[in-house]
């Protein structure tokens, strides 16, 4: 099957640690991306990736790191610099091949909480 | 960044009512989603309308990109129906709205 894996489902943390959210995508699709969502809210991009091995910041990145060493794979860390991390997590991706004009795919998203 | 406005925040419907909600958006854009987030968590891709009109069962869109606004209709509502309704619009990256809260009372 097709689509974007991300885990784990829920996360706890203690405070001061860094935390790590994965994201897979079997796609083949090239631009991937991370965004928070706080409850009764929309959702706001942290950090985006039209490409291996760069990235660019979204507009909450303080506190949160990413790598993409692989084109299928672009997890998000959440490092204790983040003073509010308890929040809903998603991840996406999209094709830029037909240019930009093309819909992102979600995950089905990560909780994370603070203990 | 793009702003996106959408009416109205909260719809309370009556199984079989049909609603309509908007999307206010400040730039032209070349990508515009319809999502509805059901109570899991999960952002179900509804439409991708950056212009015209589309349907899909009971559920249809239209996005005047010279405006810089699109329509969601829903019709013969359903209690499955309830949940969040989000617009997000953007070229490379999506800007979303805050959403309609949608609930539908049997």
């Known amino acids: 099957d097709g689509g974007i894996t991300q885990s784990p489902k829920y996360l706890f943390r203690k405070e001061g640690q860094n935390v790590t959210l994965s994201c897979e995508q079997n796609l083949n699709h090239d631009a991937m991306y991370w965004y928070r969502q706080d409850p009764g809210q929309g959702l706001r991009l942290i950090y985006y990736?039209?490409?291996?091995?760069?990235?660019q910041k979204g507009d909450i990145a303080e506190g949160y790191s990413v790598s993409r060493e692989k084109k299928e794979s672009f997890p998000l860390t959440v490092t204790s610099a983040q003073k509010n991390p308890t929040a809903f997590y998603l991840c996406?991706?999209?094709?830029?091949?037909?240019?930009?004009?093309?819909?992102?795919?979600f995950g089905d998203g990560t909780r994370l909480s603070i203990l | 960044g793009i702003q996106v406005e959408q009416s109205p925040p909260d719809l309370i419907l009556q199984e079989g009512a049909n609603s309509t909600l908007r999307c206010n958006f400040s730039d032209s854009v070349n990508n515009l989603q319809w999502f509805h987030q059901n109570p899991w968590g999960q952002l179900i891709n509804l439409f991708y309308i950056p212009s015209g009109t589309k349907q899909n069962g009971r559920l249809s869109a239209t996005t005047v990109a010279t405006e810089r606004y699109s329509l969601l209709y829903i019709s013969s509502s359903q209690t499955t129906d309830s949940g969040v309704y989000f617009c997000?619009?953007?070229?490379?990256?999506?800007?979303f709205g805050a959403g309609t809260t949608v609930t539908v009372r049997a």
């Open positions: 990736s039209q490409i291996v091995n760069d990235f």
């Open positions: 997000a619009v953007g070229d490379y990256k999506l800007s």
């Open positions: 996406a991706s999209k094709p830029l091949r037909g240019g930009i004009g093309q819909p992102q795919h």
